[in-house]
C-alpha cells in the first residue's frame, strides 16, 4: 500500500502524537517548587538524595538530571569535590625507584606461608 501511494511506511503505521504543553525546556512545572523546597531545605546533598526525596514527597518518580536543571536554574547546586581526593587508597604514581615495595604472601604446595618482597623500579601506575 505504501509503494503504491509513495509515502513513507513510517508515516503510516506511526501513531501521530504531539508532545505535553508542558513540555519542553523552559517550560516550569508544579513539581518544580517541589525540588525547589527540597534542595533548600537540604542544602548540603546532591541532585541524588534530592531527587529521592523530592520523589518521596510527591509520591512518584523524578528524574535525577530533571532535578539537576531545575537547581542549576536557582543556583541551588554545591561545588564538585576535587577527583584527586576520590582515589582509591594506595593508589599512587611511583616517581623514583625504591619508592614502592610489595609484600605478597601465599600457600605453597606444602600448605607452608610464602613471603614474596618485592621494590617496583619502574616510573609506572602501581596499585
Keep these: 500500500m505504501t509503494r503504491v501511494l509513495q509515502v513513507s ?7 501521530i502524537s504531539r508532545r505535553p504543553a508542558g ?5 516550569g512545572r508544579a513539581d518544580d517548587e517541589a525540588i525547589v523546597e527540597v534542595a533548600k531545605a537540604n542544602p548540603t ?8 526525596l523530592a520523589s518521596r514527597e510527591l509520591g512518584e518518580p ?3 538530571k530533571r532535578v539537576q536543571r531545575v537547581m542549576r536554574q536557582h543556583r541551588l547546586l554545591q561545588r564538585s ?31 607452608r606461608p610464602r613471603l ?10 602501581h596499585p
Design 9 to 15: 511506511r513510517q508515516s503510516v503505521y506511526r501513531p
Design 23 to 27: 513540555a519542553g525546556p523552559g517550560r
Design 45 to 52: 546533598d546532591g541532585t541524588r538524595m534530592v531527587a529521592a
Design 62 to 64: 523524578v528524574n535525577r
Design 81 to 111: 569535590r576535587n577527583t584527586d581526593r576520590r582515589r582509591r587508597p594506595g593508589y599512587f604514581r611511583v616517581t623514583r625507584p625504591d619508592e614502592l615495595w610489595h609484600l605478597d604472601c601465599d600457600l605453597g604446595l606444602d600448605r
Design 116 to 125: 614474596g618482597l618485592s621494590a617496583r623500579r619502574r616510573g609506572l601506575l
